[in-house]
T-cell receptor, first 112, second 112 residues
Framework: QQQVKQSPQSLIVQKGGISIINCAYENTAFDYFPWYQQFPGKGPALLIAIRPDVSEKKEGRFTISFNKSAKQFSLHIMDSQPGDSATYFCAAATPGTYKYIFGTGTRLKVLA | DTGVSQNPRHKITKRGQNVTFRCDPISEHNRLYWYRQTLGQGPEFLTYFQNEAQLEKSRLLSDRFSAERPKGSFSTLEIQRTEQGDSAMYLC??????????FGPGTRLTVL
């Protein structure tokens, strides 16, 4: 029940295309859902985050879509660029401790 | 640079040796988290502090691991009698209230 399932494991997108990464969870106590970007040898960097009272949040080229009833959320990267090539992690946290439960990651490659 | 810093960035040690890592959080962030990330996986929660109090420890944190945050500022993570299975990236994150966490660059531990 504590797992966050992430798919796909890897993704190849043409420059200018839309990258879509999906996550699903079981624990309805989760109330904070961040997405992180990680480059090799670096720490994760926060991209965008959402709470379950909102169905969509957009920041620049990054959008989170949240479906509370389906217990799913997704990251959309519009106009994908080669510089977006990285590993993306979704996470979920319960209020109080906010210890993150991370997904297994999606390795994105954007072709020039 | 006012981000989270971690030292050392890399540590190579022999099995059975003790190692200590340091994390300096963003100034005035009350919460500090430690995670461990193995190759190709998402980070896994180890422990967290609210100021100087260690409030939760994961089952992953065996009795060979100890963490401190004296005076609620920097934190140290010590691993005693290292094993090859301890080889991983150790990540520190700080947060003002827990939800939004800012990660450091990590310490890469290799146990020979």
């Amino acid at each position: 029940q504590q797992q966050v399932k992430q798919s796909p494991q890897s993704l190849i997108v043409q420059k200018g295309g839309i990258s879509i990464i999906n996550c699903a969870y079981e624990n309805t106590a989760f109330d904070y859902f961040p997405w992180y970007q990680q480059f090799p040898g670096k720490g994760p960097a926060l991209l965008i985050a959402i709470r379950p009272d909102v169905s969509e949040k957009k920041e620049g080229r990054f959008t989170i879509s949240f479906n509370k009833s389906a217990k799913q959320f997704s990251l959309h990267i519009m106009d994908s660029q080669p510089g977006d090539s990285a590993t993306y992690f979704c996470a979920a946290a319960t209020p109080g401790t906010y210890k993150y439960i991370f997904g297994t990651g999606t390795r994105l490659k954007v072709l020039a | 640079d006012t981000g989270v810093s971690q030292n050392p960035r890399h540590k190579i040690t022999k099995r059975g040796q003790n190692v200590t890592f340091r994390c300096d959080p963003i100034s005035e962030h009350n919460r500090l988290y430690w995670y461990r990330q193995t190759l190709g996986q998402g980070p896994e929660f180890l422990t967290y502090f609210q100021n100087e109090a260690q409030l939760e420890k994961s089952r992953l944190l065996s009795d060979r691991f100890s963490a401190e945050r004296p005076k609620g500022s920097f934190s140290t993570l010590e691993i005693q009698r290292t094993e090859q299975g301890d080889s991983a990236m150790y990540l520190c994150a700080s947060s003002p209230e827990g939800d939004t966490q800012y990660f450091g660059p990590g310490t890469r531990l290799t146990v020979l």
